[in-house]
């Protein structure tokens, strides 16, 4: 492109901004006509975990990112985050939900819709975004609350600024405004920032700068003002999140760590093949990228069939489908996963928009209008039970795919006479039609209203008892309503909150005394089957479950009950303890660190240990003779007044922990029960600060003793 071909703005097919407003009320009014089949694009699929987990964001920001897991990188991700925060803050769940979506999904649509306006002409651009909004992996992408629809909307509208600024003579706003829509793009997804330079690329073909001047005058544009804008999200963002959440100024740091630990070992390795067939999200890449390919090979030829935004759009397809690819070669199987792949969906229509449709420009305004029209039922049609569509009953899949194929080629051909508008239409619906059924590998892609009103009922519940308080969930996997105990144990972080999936097995570890456990089950009785386990998992720990509530939830699958209990101080003994050998002086106890220190007291002795988690504050030798066959288990009356206290035996070369117990603050005095191995392998007796933060912890210590096993 030389620089005399600079993309001027096609006067020849602009119109007023008054009479876009029809074209985009009608794009805004769109989702209706898919929501009057179905209103489950607009719910996250229960066997997703990720989506829950921003639900979960969303209800519980601060709690979250302070005390649940602070630093973890889902937490980072703020210009997705604080929007969710901020609409279900405002609203119930299900009208919160509901706006969230569908302001990401208008947003998507407007902006390619405003890409098209202006570099290819207003009706072409309204087919364009007429289709892309019914697309049925658009909505999977803007229709769950997991990060890459937000992202795709954030991506398209700087694409859009920019595509603004690179057309108009003052365009110092448009670029600040598309540097703060890239930075919220990047903060949603850091991944989009490998596709940064194809954004740069877009904007300096748009200006056509491609001599020394306007190239140099091009990237200092882009380095002022996309980056002022850049800053001026960023800033706003690190300032809420250290004044307000949780006091880092540097939001954004768990994201690159996290970043840098999965391209270096990347584990959720995903093929494009299935069941002997490319994966269905694909083809409509390989669709996009054939007319791509077409579209460069006419520039080749010096021919003008195809508009240089074509040529543009085509060559950011083509790059970051070459990018995805290298990195599925190499073991990060992006393409694999479908939510990552949806990147690739704005690409795509950018190109199809750019090269199916010249002919609408010169159809008279009826048939334009009648045009538009039945291709609106017709993609709308589409989300009438997807998984049944009349085609199948004509053709198997792969001979749709080959149909769509043939005719979206044809179309190409005759692309500059109505017949090849048609012929575009009737191609994608034969695709979207072939590719989408409501499902992918046996699971649905979206929820169900109900669904989420019973998650989200079940959160209101839980969080009037939890009060901020860490929590963990107890459930069978095996249960019929185990993917509805998934999302909702998901919402508070799945596997980070969890006791097992094996209810009611699974308990090998002592909680924090804060805890609320929810457990959901089908079993009659859950409750206090729940209460039994438990208390038998933490005999040895001095502490016992009690029930707090137990209620039926209606489901689907025939009713299960969510019960929720409390962690209280106090063993419940199956057995009385054993036999008294030995009391260990707690005269004997030696500081481990110059940090800690002892207070003899009447009740005991007070242990405060340094600060630092792993930080020793005491020992004692236990001072079992090495051979003696008994059996012996150590008994410690303790009480934890703050952090968290770690009770440990060590091994006789003090090398390393036997056994390691934490303890927690309590209200009383409890007894916790240590099982010690072999005598000769035996150590001393260690007190340790396990606080997490770099807090000290206190403890006070009212008797040890060593009993023999009954």
């Not at 697309?135 to 803007?142: G, I, Q």
Request: glycine share 6%.
């Amino acid at each position: 492109m030389l620089p005399s071909e600079r993309i001027q703005p096609d006067t020849s097919r602009s119109v007023p901004s008054d009479r876009t407003v029809p074209y985009v009320i009608a794009l805004l009014l769109l989702p209706a006509l898919v929501l009057c089949w179905r209103d489950d694009p607009l719910y996250s699929p229960l066997w997703q975990s990720d989506p829950w987990f921003y639900l979960g964001y969303f209800k519980n920001l601060v709690n979250f990112k302070r005390d649940v897991l602070p630093g973890f990188y889902y937490g980072s991700r703020l210009s997705w985050i604080l929007p969710g925060y901020l609409v279900h803050s405002l609203f119930p769940p299900l009208i919160a939900n509901a706006v969230l979506h569908l302001t990401v999904h208008s947003v998507a649509v407007l902006s390619l819709f405003s890409i098209l306006r202006w570099t290819v002409g207003l009706r072409g651009a309204y087919l364009t975004a007429m289709i892309f909004s019914f697309h049925p992996w658009l909505w999977c992408a803007t229709g769950w609350d997991y990060v890459n629809g937000a992202a795709i909307a954030y991506y398209l509208l700087a694409m859009a600024l920019l595509t603004h600024a690179a057309l108009q003579p003052l365009r110092k706003r448009s670029l600040i405004l598309a540097g703060m829509a890239l930075a919220g793009a990047v903060y949603t997804h850091l991944f989009l920032l490998a596709f940064l330079p194809l954004l740069l690329f877009y904007y300096i073909g748009l200006t056509g700068a491609w001599d020394r001047k306007h190239f140099t005058r091009s990237i200092s544009d882009l380095g002022i003002w996309l980056g002022a804008g850049f800053v001026a999200l960023t800033f706003p963002l690190g300032a809420i999140n250290y004044l307000c959440v949780d006091g880092n100024p540097w939001f954004w740091s768990p994201s690159f760590k996290t970043a840098r630990a999965v391209t270096s070992n990347f584990i959720w390795g995903e093929d494009i093949w299935w069941d002997g067939k490319l994966v269905p999200f694909l083809w409509f890449v390989v669709a996009g990228s054939a007319a791509a390919i077409l579209v460069l090979l006419s520039r080749m030829r010096r021919s003008q069939e195809y508009s240089k935004a074509g040529l543009l759009f085509s060559l950011q397809l083509l790059l970051a489908t070459a990018l995805m690819a290298y990195l599925q070669m190499r073991g990060i199987s992006l393409l694999g996963h479908y939510f990552y792949a949806f990147y690739l969906l704005p690409f795509v229509f950018l190109v199809f928009g750019s090269s199916f449709w010249p002919a609408v420009e010169k159809m008279q305004a009826r048939t334009y209008v009648l045009t538009c029209s039945v291709a609106t039922l017709l993609f709308g049609a589409l989300w009438y039970k997807p998984a049944t569509h009349p085609l199948d009953k004509l053709a198997p899949e792969w001979g749709q795919l080959l149909s769509a194929g043939a005719i979206l080629a044809l179309a190409l051909a005759l692309r500059q006479r109505k017949t090849g508008t048609f012929l575009a239409i009737a191609g994608l619906a034969i695709l979207t039609s072939a590719v989408y059924t409501g499902t992918y590998r046996f699971v649905d892609l979206h929820g169900t209203r109900a669904e989420y009103v019973r998650i989200m009922q079940a959160r209101q519940r839980i969080e009037k008892h939890r009060e901020g308080a860490p929590i963990a969930f107890w459930y069978n996997k095996r249960d019929p309503a185990f993917f509805e105990y998934f999302a909702l144990n998901a919402t508070y972080l799945a596997e980070f909150s969890r006791i097992s999936e094996s209810f009611p097995e699974g308990c090998n570890a002592p909680l924090d005394p804060r805890t609320l456990i929810v457990v959901t089950s089908k079993k009659e009785g859950a409750a206090e089957l729940a209460r039994s386990a438990l208390n038998d998992c933490w005999r040895r720990f001095g502490i016992h479950a009690a029930i707090d509530s137990a209620d039926m939830v209606p489901a689907g699958a025939g009713p299960y009950t969510m019960a929720m209990l409390r962690v209280e101080a106090g063993a419940n003994y199956q057995s009385p303890p054993g036999k008294l050998f030995k009391t260990v002086p707690l005269d004997e106890m030696q500081l481990g660190d110059s940090k800690a220190s002892f207070q003899r007291t009447p009740e005991g002795l007070k242990v405060n240990t340094p600060a630092g988690f792993g930080a020793f504050a005491g020992r004692v030798p236990l001072g079992l003779d090495p051979t003696d066959p008994s059996s012996f288990e150590l008994h410690v009356r303790i009480r934890v007044f703050n952090g968290k206290v770690g009770l440990g035996i060590l091994d006789s070369a003090s090398h390393t922990f036997l056994m390691d117990l934490p303890v927690w603050p309590l209200q009383q005095i409890t007894e916790l029960v240590l099982p010690l191995p072999s005598p000769p392998v035996i150590g001393d007796f260690v007190i340790c600060n396990r606080a997490v933060s770099r807090v000290p912890s206190s403890a006070l210590v009212e008797k040890i003793e060593i009993r023999k096993k009954l």
